[in-house]
């Protein structure tokens, strides 16, 4: 049986399926220029949107589960480059008694480049986590950084393999390697879903879904 969760295994970094929309204008004056935000995107980098998601963690070698729920905002700063910031709740099912409950807010932003249907980025956020259990709070800085890739599969379709860093500052092991991969589907113009899976060094599992609401 494995120890108590430590604080690594709730910070879930916003990190989300990305990729890159991309869309033609005309030129002639004697045609009407297409509104980008009525485009349907193929991906999500260089877009500005909202994510609400859910997470489902398993923790490996034990009952413990956790659910997290999450609400990010993607704002597009300039070409190839993304500002980041989300806010997450998580909560454990009981273990000796009591439940775990975290707090986390990180801001961060995202680089990529766009090489035919490839979209390779790299990532890096600062935050704060906060958690309680059995009457007990902590607190700590947190931070992360990423790479990852975004594949254009069809259009609409978008895949994302990813390798993230994760370091929470205060106490001793409590970093992680995360890997995973992701997926967007844009159902419309302005709204999309997405699901993933990622398992990190520990061997826990995340698995989630969202929707991402353009804007």
Do not use: C
Request: proline residues 3%; neutral net charge; charged residues 20%.
């Amino acid at each position: 049986m494995k120890n108590v969760p430590s604080f690594k295994t709730f910070v879930l970094a916003a990190a989300v399926s990305l990729g890159l929309a991309s869309a033609s204008f005309a030129q002639s004056a004697n045609v009407a220029v297409p509104n980008p935000a009525d485009a349907k995107p193929t991906g999500l980098l260089g877009q500005s949107y909202t994510t609400l998601g859910y997470s489902y963690v398993d923790f490996d070698a034990t009952s413990i589960h956790a659910s997290r729920y999450s609400l990010a905002a993607n704002q597009s700063l300039r070409e190839g480059l993304d500002g980041i910031l989300e806010y997450g709740y998580a909560r454990s099912s009981k273990f000796a008694g009591t439940r775990l409950t975290q707090h986390d807010l990180m801001a961060g932003a995202r680089a990529f480049l766009t090489a035919g249907g490839i979209k390779p980025y790299v990532e890096a956020g600062i935050g704060w986590v906060w958690q309680k259990a059995a009457g007990v709070s902590e607190d700590s800085f947190a931070w992360g950084a990423g790479v990852g890739a975004e594949f254009e599969v069809v259009s609409s379709v978008t895949v994302t393999p990813y390798v993230r860093y994760e370091d929470i500052t205060r106490g001793s092991d409590n970093d992680s390697w995360n890997y995973g991969v992701k997926a967007n589907y844009w159902l419309s113009s302005r709204v999309g879903l997405q699901a993933g899976v990622e398992r990190d060094d520990d061997k826990n599992m995340t698995y989630s879904v969202g929707a991402n609401i353009r804007f």
